[in-house]
């Protein structure tokens, strides 16, 4: 799986769209972006993922670039529960049947989101 | 909330003993992965099961061991017990052939002394 690179931390104020940059440079053809949160003493929890086109969800939105060498996760209106932390997260395959990878998360953005 | 339980919520062992985790998976869901979560880290996959036998693995040495069962539920088992082995158990499940929406548990915090 190709690699991702994130910012350590970023904030945003409550009420503001929330922008977190991920850079997948090496992305293969059909590795999917995936993004993922983990608010503090909680499992991850799934948020989005898309291959070429953007996607959007209850959630979030999803803006990858043309040359899908990095994307956006958009929080349209960021709420003090918002604050977590971000991972993106590129695989090889959507349907892995019954194999074999796991997921590979990095440190992530540490997303705060300020009153 | 995502259905998927863990237990115990806290444990503490002393080097060299062995420790088992249990995880139930959300209702539906046959495929049960396993990561690990050091201090400050993200989460590190250890295993995953599918129709109760280990189909990938991460790169843990063999004291890893797991277990599934037929309602679908898992073990971790952690034998020889390290000081490095103190971290947050994640289990996650999914259904297998769905995209990796893995839906988490709250974890198992591990102290090894």
Same mark, same amino acid.
């Given at each position: 799986?190709?690699?991702?690179?994130?910012?350590?931390?970023?904030?945003?104020?409550?009420?503001?769209?929330?922008?977190?940059?991920?850079?997948?440079?090496?992305?293969?053809?059909?590795?999917?972006?995936?993004?993922?949160?983990?608010?503090?003493?909680?499992?991850?929890?799934?948020?989005?993922?898309?291959?070429?086109?953007?996607?959007?969800?209850?959630?979030?939105?999803?803006?990858?670039?043309?040359?899908?060498?990095?994307?956006?996760?958009?929080?349209?209106?960021?709420?003090?529960?918002?604050?977590?932390?971000?991972?993106?997260?590129?695989?090889?395959?959507?349907?892995?049947?019954?194999?074999?990878?796991?997921?590979?998360?990095?440190?992530?953005?540490?997303?705060?989101?300020?009153? | 909330? +995502?259905?998927?339980?863990? #237990?115990? +919520?806290?444990?503490?062992? +002393?080097?060299?003993?062995?420790?088992?985790?249990?995880?139930?998976?959300?209702?539906?869901?046959?495929?049960? #992965?396993?990561?690990?979560? @050091?201090?400050?880290?993200?989460?590190?996959?250890?295993?995953?099961?599918?129709?109760?036998?280990?189909?990938?693995?991460? %790169?843990? *040495?063999?004291?890893?061991?797991?277990?599934?069962? *037929? %309602?679908?539920?898992?073990?971790? %088992?952690? %034998? @020889?017990?390290?000081?490095?082995?103190?971290?947050?158990?994640?289990?996650?499940?999914?259904?297998?052939?769905? @995209?990796?929406?893995?839906?988490?548990? *709250?974890? +198992?915090?591990?102290?090894?002394?």
């Amino acid at each position: 799986d190709a690699k991702t690179t994130q910012p350590t931390s970023m904030d945003c104020a409550e009420g503001r769209a929330a922008n977190l940059p991920c850079n997948h440079s090496t992305i293969s053809g059909n590795e999917y972006v995936y993004w993922y949160r983990q608010i503090h003493s909680q499992g991850p929890q799934y948020i989005i993922h898309g291959l070429k086109n953007n996607e959007t969800n209850e959630m979030a939105s999803l803006i990858i670039t043309e040359d899908r060498k990095s994307s956006t996760l958009i929080l349209p209106h960021a709420t003090l529960r918002d604050t977590a932390v971000y991972y993106c997260i590129v695989l090889s395959s959507m349907y892995s049947g019954g194999g074999a990878d796991g997921l590979t998360f990095g440190k992530g953005t540490h997303l705060i989101i300020q009153p | 909330e +995502t259905g998927v339980t863990q #237990s115990p +919520t806290h444990l503490i062992k +002393t080097r060299g003993q062995q420790v088992t985790l249990r995880c139930s998976s959300q209702s539906g869901h046959n495929t049960v #992965s396993w990561y690990q979560q @050091a201090l400050g880290q993200g989460p590190q996959f250890i295993f995953q099961y599918y129709r109760e036998e280990e189909n990938g693995r991460g %790169n843990f *040495p063999p004291r890893f061991s797991g277990l599934q069962f *037929p %309602n679908y539920s898992s073990e971790l %088992n952690v %034998n @020889a017990l390290e000081l490095d082995d103190s971290a947050l158990y994640l289990c996650a499940s999914r259904m297998t052939g769905e @995209a990796y929406e893995q839906y988490f548990g *709250p974890g +198992t915090r591990l102290t090894v002394t």
